[in-house]
């Protein structure tokens, strides 16, 4: 497995602002996921990143609000942009291994008041 | 539509019981089925996982048992232990290709295990 992880671990942010949360990997991967976590919900896909292309969105997430960056293989972002209280989750980070085992990082938990 | 759906809510069992947890799906194109549990305040750690080509796999206390034809899956926790207290959620995808890495998650279970 890979050891994943983000930065930052939580935040406290105002309505109408951005964060951005940072995901490092250990090793080299094709491919990384953000998913969202509300609190005591399940996890939802928001995008794949790739590196060298654009992400990947689920329905129901747009760039605008969750741009991704992918500058290399073992780093990608996701900023949540103009920030509601709706936002307030926890982001997790995600690689796949080719076997399609998926592993997370410890989540980055975001209170938008 | 949830693609995946996982009950119970919650389970209370005492020490040294078996505790189960089932999932059922629709999508016939889903083959790879894991587990995953998560502490309070930490990421989801996968525990188990199984393809359709077996029926049970097991690792230590925790066993998958899966039924292609009804499309349920379960987890089986034996001699459950205080420390297996967490939630568990069951997932699914066709695990390979370009969806790789898009899994679909039940809801969660809480597991309290009462020492």
């Known amino acids: 497995s890979a050891v994943i992880s983000q930065k930052p671990s939580r935040d406290i942010c105002q309505r109408g602002t951005s964060l951005t949360i940072q995901c490092q990997v250990d090793?080299?991967?094709?491919?990384m996921f953000w998913y969202r976590q509300q609190p005591g919900q399940s996890l939802t896909l928001i995008a794949t990143?790739?590196?060298?292309?654009?992400?990947t969105y689920e329905s129901g997430f747009v760039i605008d609000k969750f741009p991704i960056s992918r500058p290399n293989l073992t780093f990608s972002t996701l900023t949540v942009s103009n920030m509601s209280p709706e936002d307030s989750s926890i982001y997790l980070c995600?690689?796949?291994w080719g076997t399609g085992e998926l592993f997370f990082g410890e989540g980055s938990r975001l209170t938008v008041l | 539509q949830q693609q995946v759906k996982q009950s119970p809510q919650s389970l209370i069992v005492q020490k040294g019981g078996i505790s189960i947890i089932n999932c059922a799906y629709e999508?016939?194109?889903?083959?790879?089925f894991p587990w995953y549990q998560q502490f309070p305040g930490k990421g989801p750690a996968l525990l188990i996982a199984i393809r359709p080509d077996v029926s049970e796999k097991k690792e230590g206390r925790f066993t998958i048992s899966f039924n292609k034809s009804a499309k349920q899956f379960s987890l089986h926790i034996m001699d459950s232990q205080p420390g297996d207290s967490a939630t568990y959620f069951c997932?699914?995808?066709?695990?390979?290709?370009?969806?790789?890495?898009?899994?679909?998650f039940g809801r969660g279970t809480q597991l309290t295990v009462w020492p």
């Open positions: 990143a790739n590196q060298g292309s654009e992400a």
């Open positions: 090793s080299q991967v094709t491919m």
């Open positions: 999508n016939t194109a889903f083959d790879y």
């Open positions: 995600s690689v796949a």
């Open positions: 997932a699914a995808s066709t695990g390979r290709g370009s969806t790789l890495g898009r899994l679909y």
